[in-house]
Structure formats: structure tokens, C-alpha cells
């Protein structure tokens, strides 16, 4: 995103969520509170369409339950997995957070409940898309191990030991 010289920063969001009502409400907050520029979507394909051919945004929010078939975690890996280090950073905005596992968690930047405060959720969004705060695993590639490779690295480092 260009700033042209002297303009305000303005954050960019993209948002995915699939209760409609809640991703405009979610918008809207941004937008006013943030002075943030927010890209929504419903489903997960037009997410992937769009970053991958125009301008990323900073950050994405994501719903766990998207529906379809489809969960935050799985958007959030095949991110990862397709855009490697241009991966903008990842949030998990959840209305439970208890179906979802540490592994999922792993996919994400930051993890939050729907239920959280909105003035820290915004300070917390305003850290993380300041560019010293990006986390380090935004650049890592997800590929699973075999398990012939993981066993085989186990009994290499039985063997050092």
C-alpha cells in the first residue's frame, strides 16, 4: 500500500467471517476506532483470490467456523503454504475457543475471543501491525513431515546420544 508523503498511515484488514452481521459490526469498528481500510469476505475462495493478485493487507482476521467444510486453521494454513514469506500476519477472532487445538493456534500470529474487550483488541491490533511487531513465523512454510523422515531423524538422534 502507497502513503503518499505527509498522509496518514492508514492499517489495512482484511476480514473473514461467515456471520454477516458480525463481520459489518467488526468493520465498521475498525474503520471509525482504527481509521483502518477493511477488505470483507464471507468465504474463504475470494480471500485467496484476492491476495493472490492485489495489494496484501497487513493483517487478516479470521473466524474459526466458517463453514463449508472450512475452519480459520485450514484458511490460515493454505495462506501460509501459498504465500510463504508474503504472508501478511494472521489473527484467529473466535467466538469459542475451545474447539480449537494448540496445532491451529500455531497457524496464527495472534489468537483472540470474540468476547474480548473492544479497546484491547484494538491496542493489540495496532501492535501487531506496527512493522517491528511482526512475528517471525509469518515467513515459514508449513510442510508436514513423513513419518519414515520422522522416525528416521528419532533414530539419528538416539544414535548421537
Not at 489495512?12 to 481500510?37: G, I, Q, Y
Not at 501487531?128 to 513419518?147: F, H, I, K, N
Amino acid at each position: 500500500m502507497r502513503v503518499k508523503k505527509g498522509a496518514e498511515h492508514r492499517p489495512s484488514f482484511l476480514l473473514l467471517d461467515d456471520d454477516e452481521t458480525w463481520l459489518r459490526s467488526l468493520s465498521r469498528f475498525l474503520r471509525v476506532r482504527a481509521k483502518a481500510d477493511c477488505v470483507t469476505h464471507t468465504t474463504p475462495e475470494p480471500v485467496f483470490a484476492a491476495l493472490d493478485r492485489g495489494p496484501r493487507p497487513q493483517l487478516c482476521i479470521i473466524d474459526y467456523a466458517l463453514g463449508a467444510g472450512w475452519t480459520g486453521a485450514r484458511v490460515a494454513r493454505a495462506l501460509r503454504e501459498r504465500l510463504g514469506r508474503r504472508t501478511p500476519t494472521l489473527v484467529l477472532l473466535s467466538g469459542s475457543l475451545e474447539d480449537v487445538s494448540d496445532r491451529e493456534r500455531g497457524y496464527f500470529d495472534a489468537v483472540y475471543s470474540k468476547s474480548i474487550n473492544p479497546d484491547v483488541l484494538l491496542e493489540e491490533l495496532r501492535r501487531l501491525t506496527e512493522p517491528a511487531a511482526r512475528q517471525p513465523r509469518s515467513y515459514l512454510r508449513l510442510t508436514p513431515a513423513g513419518r519414515a523422515e520422522a522416525r528416521e531423524a528419532a533414530r539419528k538422534r538416539r544414535k548421537s546420544e
